[in-house]
């Protein structure tokens, strides 16, 4: 696979548990964010978006969090599938637009069985 | 199906040599992106592009070039004078301006 991902910081669950991976972002200028899913050798897909007028938003299997105080995101997965382990990153977007959108270096989430 | 095509996914240079990394995308975006990625660090923006015959430079644009003949196409070229070429570069494109980004698979260049 690609060698992004070297040094990130790592998350193990075993399958079946919920996961919860953090970001803390830098401006609190920021109003929308977002999180990707990257596996190995792959493009990051769009997991879940959530502007800044909200602090919780749910998709399938899985919940953002946002806390503006603390400048703090969150990732819950819910009942975590080996189909789930990849590296998974935050992005902010400070001036509505996407060429400033601002990448978290992410999180590599390993599934034991 | 529409998304976005990257090529090669693999690439060798010999330093001094420029390449050229293809991106085609049949999702009719208007902007089209282009990324470094390196291990421990954020995506970084290299160059865009919102609109047909209109690019700008991102946040570490020096040593790349690009162009936008059509809609559909944001080839970038990795000249001899960019120092560390050796990277993950990916691209991306965007139809709405908040920033949902769908990217290609990615291209891996590795300089020998």
């Known amino acids: 696979g690609e060698s992004v991902g070297l040094h990130l910081p790592t998350l193990s669950v075993q399958e079946g548990d919920n996961s919860i991976i953090n970001c803390a972002y830098s401006?609190?200028?920021?109003?929308?964010f977002i999180w990707y899913k990257q596996e190995s050798g792959k493009g990051p897909q769009f997991i879940i978006d959530?502007?800044?007028?909200?602090d919780k938003r749910q998709g399938q299997r899985v919940t953002v969090l946002l806390n503006k105080t603390v400048k703090h995101l969150s990732l819950q997965i819910a009942a975590t599938q080996p189909g789930d382990s990849a590296v998974y990153f935050c992005?902010?977007?400070?001036?509505?637009?996407?060429?400033?959108?601002?990448f978290g270096t992410g999180t590599r989430l390993q599934v034991t069985l | 199906d529409g998304g976005i095509t990257q090529s090669p996914k693999y690439l060798f240079r010999k330093e001094g040599q420029n390449v050229t990394l293809s991106c085609e995308q049949n999702?009719?975006?208007?902007?089209m992106y282009w990324y470094r990625q390196d291990p421990g660090q954020g995506l970084r923006l290299i160059y865009y592009?919102?609109?047909?015959?209109?690019?700008q430079k991102g946040d570490i644009a020096e040593g790349y070039s690009v162009s936008r003949e059509k809609k559909e196409s944001f080839p970038l070229t990795v000249t001899s004078a960019q120092k560390n070429p050796t990277a993950f570069y990916l691209c991306?494109?965007?139809?709405?301006?908040?920033?949902?980004?769908?990217f290609g698979e990615g291209s891996r260049l590795t300089v020998l």
């Open positions: 991306a494109s965007s139809q709405s301006k908040t920033g949902e980004l769908f």
């Open positions: 401006n609190s200028a920021s109003d929308y």
């Open positions: 959530i502007r800044s007028n909200m």
């Open positions: 992005a902010e977007n400070w001036a509505g637009t996407a060429s400033k959108l601002t």
């Open positions: 999702l009719n975006h208007d902007a």
């Open positions: 592009s919102q609109i047909v015959n209109d690019f």
